[in-house]
């Protein structure tokens, strides 16, 4: 079993940063792709962004250049950079970790972007 905590949400003015973290524990070694998904308010899940194993990474076009993924794999952890934030990418902001046969998900954390 793996569990997901999400950290560093909170409220921040249109143009500034915040940096997210996903600590991961039990049987990390399962995972082959971590990521960030986000859900704004009345709107559909959406992917922001993940990283595999090999390091490559793929991010949603909406994200591409202000948003950075990264993992950290001798802490089990999984940061998601965001810079220059805009009120659209309010949302809860989920982690997600896939194994062979399994999709974990932390509880979220709320990113309020105010203008």
């Known amino acids: 079993q793996v569990q997901l905590v999400e950290s560093g949400g909170g409220l921040v003015l249109s143009g500034g940063s915040l940096r997210l973290s996903c600590a991961a524990s039990?049987?990390?070694?399962?995972?082959?792709?971590m990521g960030w998904y986000r859900r704004a308010p009345g709107k559909q899940r959406e992917r922001v962004a993940i990283?595999?194993?090999?390091?490559?990474?793929n991010y949603a076009d909406s994200v591409k250049g202000r948003f950075t993924i990264s993992r950290d794999n001798a802490k089990n952890t999984v940061y998601l950079q965001m810079n220059n934030l805009k009120p659209e990418d309010t949302a809860v902001y989920y982690c997600n970790g896939v194994a062979t046969g399994a999709v974990h998900w932390g509880q979220g954390t709320q990113v309020t972007v105010s203008s």
């Open positions: 990283i595999v194993n090999d390091g490559r990474t």
């Open positions: 039990g049987n990390t070694f399962s995972l082959n792709v």
